[in-house]
């Protein structure tokens, strides 16, 4: 019985001490940057892009193997595309597949612009990932699924295939306090699948792209001000300067008069014209939509 009784004591405390590894593991993983000197292939091909150019929709999705019952294809399906070599394609040619997409809770606002910068930003597209063609017909093509990021549907939009620039990570040490860079400034929009927070490896878009100048490669750090009220979901006025029974200033102080809150960094991986698609690579605690960014 004493034996049982020890056992046991020893499996609980081996497991709350594999607990607390694991929990200080990811606390230290979410203050450092990725280890690679590049994005992945995933990264790079799965990351969405959010663009006020559309994309051409001649080209699609027709359906696949075992149709009358499958509504998604993935890899080791046959998947047929409404392309043949009446319009030129031959066996080997690769294209990439995307979705145009919309937030099934976009009543959701959770800071005062973002419904008005989603807008301007354009049409937010899922990257749903790669194929190759196997077999040509004259109006219509057979493909593998090269590249997954999500199960291929009929109607997804088919383009030719353009390899993506990887950009470098810098190595540079991150400054949790470093001042304002002087050049422009935008706003963590949203973020893939629609999250509300996010942290390192994660995408998000903001809204600053190649029309302002923004290019793959360049970083954007993430900053965050206190007492902005431009947040829209619930919470207690004014709690930054007072609370009962937990202090109060004799005087509530503006956002400008504060020092900002430095929250991390991302790197682009490509733009449209008014968005960037960012992947976040450092972040010292959650980043919300609805934070800022500078270029840096």
């Known amino acids: 019985m004493h034996e049982k009784f020890s056992y046991r004591i020893l499996i609980m405390g081996l497991r709350v001490g594999l607990g607390f590894i694991l929990t200080a593991g990811v606390a230290h993983a979410q203050q450092q940057p990725y280890v690679t000197t590049t994005p992945t292939q995933a990264d790079l091909y799965c990351s969405g892009l959010i663009t006020d150019q559309p994309v051409p929709t001649d080209t699609y999705v027709i359906s696949g193997e075992n149709s009358s019952y499958k509504s998604t294809f993935q890899p080791g399906d046959a998947i047929y595309i409404n392309r043949g070599a009446t319009q030129g394609v031959r066996v080997g ?4 597949v995307v979705r145009p997409i919309t937030d099934m809770m976009a009543t959701t606002v959770w800071f005062k612009y973002q419904s008005m910068l989603s807008r301007a930003m354009g049409t937010r597209y899922a990257d749903i990932g790669r194929l190759r063609v196997i077999e040509v017909y004259p109006k219509t093509s057979t493909a593998e699924m090269d590249v997954k990021c999500d199960l291929m549907q009929r109607g997804d939009l ?7 620039p990887a950009p470098q990570f810098h190595d540079v040490k991150f400054d949790p306090f470093v001042g304002p860079s002087g050049k422009k400034t935008a706003m963590v929009v949203t973020a893939k699948d629609y999250q509300m927070l996010t942290g390192p490896g994660k995408i998000v878009y ?3 792209g190649s029309a302002q100048g923004v290019r793959a490669g360049d970083y954007f750090r ?8 431009i947040e829209t979901v619930y919470q207690v006025k004014d709690t930054a300067f007072k609370a ?4 109060s200033t004799p005087v509530a102080y503006e956002w400008s008069n504060l020092p900002r809150q430095v ?3 991302g790197i682009v991986l490509r733009t449209g014209p008014n968005s960037s698609t960012v992947m976040v690579t450092t972040a010292r605690e959650e980043i919300y939509v609805g934070d800022y960014v500078e270029v840096e």
């Not at 040619?93 to 990439?96: I, L």
């Not at 993430?222 to 009220?229: A, D, K, S």
């Open 263 to 265: 929250l991390g960094e």
């Open 158 to 164: 088919v383009r030719p295939f353009v390899a993506r």
């Open 93 to 96: 040619d690769e294209f990439d």
């Open 244 to 247: 009962y029974g937990y202090g």
């Open 222 to 229: 993430v900053f965050r001000y206190q007492g902005t009220r």
């Open 206 to 208: 903001v809204n600053l």
